[in-house]
């Protein structure tokens, strides 16, 4: 993997925000930037549709049964999955982390 300046940028920002969002071109290294640095992450590509399915059928259900810390690629597949994260990081704090993945910038 090719040793991206921006790593530790990342590492340092999750220490005062509980959610971070990688924006950028398709094809340039975002879901291997985030594995790669964070590997004890749970990884959630939303270009499947199982994952999409079970998160807008079960939204409570999916995000109470998850780790403290997750990655969800392709976030912008699941808009509402924005609505869930705000709640979850409101009501939990900081000790709650999730990195966004998305090709677009949130607006």
């Not at 940028?9 to 924006?23: C, D, V």
């Not at 059928?57 to 924005?82: C, H, K, M």
């Amino acid at each position: 993997m090719i040793a991206r300046q921006i790593a530790p940028i990342l590492q340092k920002r999750l220490e005062k925000f509980p959610i971070l969002s990688l924006t950028g071109p398709r094809q340039s290294g975002k879901s291997a930037l985030l594995k790669n640095c964070f590997p004890e992450y749970q990884y959630y590509n939303l270009e499947r549709a199982d994952y999409r399915q079970l998160m807008l059928t079960y939204p409570v259900g999916f995000f109470q049964n998850q780790g403290e810390r997750v990655i969800f690629d392709e976030a912008r597949q699941v808009p509402e999955l924005f609505s869930y994260l705000q709640v979850i990081s409101d009501e939990r704090g900081t000790a709650r982390r999730h990195h966004q993945r998305n090709h677009i910038p949130l607006m």
